[in-house]
């Protein structure tokens, strides 16, 4: 089992305003900010990391908010919805706190399990999701989201396609999942590793337009693995397939590949080391602005150019 893909590592996503987004993911929606850094790539940007008090695999939600970057258009070649697993009963507590904030909230049901569906402030499309599973994960707690209604990390992604079979053939060959059940033009495919995160759905809809990627989309999805060993012996079965991948890079708080399955959507896979207390305390986590090495000796220009949060 061990040596398995255990379900997501972290979903990534692009939002506009910073501060909004920082707001509505810690106030609104009560997770953690557990790492505030900056694009490796991009440091006049940032990289919040959103999770439970750790930063456990499975709960990571991360954003670069690109003030000023267009709007993005949900579409096939991406992940569409991000479903995050809520106690039962909470639904009724999240459907009025969001619509005290004049956000539009759907009800529904998807494979027997009753949910929400609402977008953030940047369009990003959420479900929270009441499992028929038990979910024993430790949320986050604040002054207005407790036991009872914390998020406790994702209960799946969603991938909009406009042909199904080959990023399937991606989850069953190399990645582990096994097909669990499909409705309509919906398909779940599960893994056995792990009890939670571990589900991804595909809807394959031919006619979709293509997604473009900006503020309100998802950008990748990782995958998670132990360690750096899992990591590359998955490097392998992907080049085996005939599919291109990076090499191994280092994230400071994880361990990475990226590869784009056939249907579009990049998928990354990451190790559970060295996780995010490597240079912060677990009290502490997101409240330094903390860089990666090759950008210290540049950290007054980057702290002045990134926007303000307060
Ligand atoms: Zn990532």
Redesign the pocket.
Known sequence: MENKILGLH?I?AIANLAKRNLDFYTHTLGVRLVKKTVNFDDPGTYHFYFGDEIGTPGTIL?FFPWEGIGTGRNGTGMATHIGYSVPKGSLTFWKNRLEAQQIAVEEGEIFGEQLISFTDPDGLQLQFIESNQEDNRKPWLTNEIQSNTALRGFHNVTLTLQQAEQTAKVLTDILGYDFQDQAGNRSRFATKAIETANLIDIIEDPSAKRGHNAAGTNH?I?FRVKDEETLMAYREKVLSAGLQITPKID?DYFF?LYFREPGGVLF?I?TDNPGFTRDEALAELGSNLKLPKQYEGIRSDIEKSLPTLS
């Open positions: 972290h990534t991360t990748h990782a994230r990475s990354e990451a």
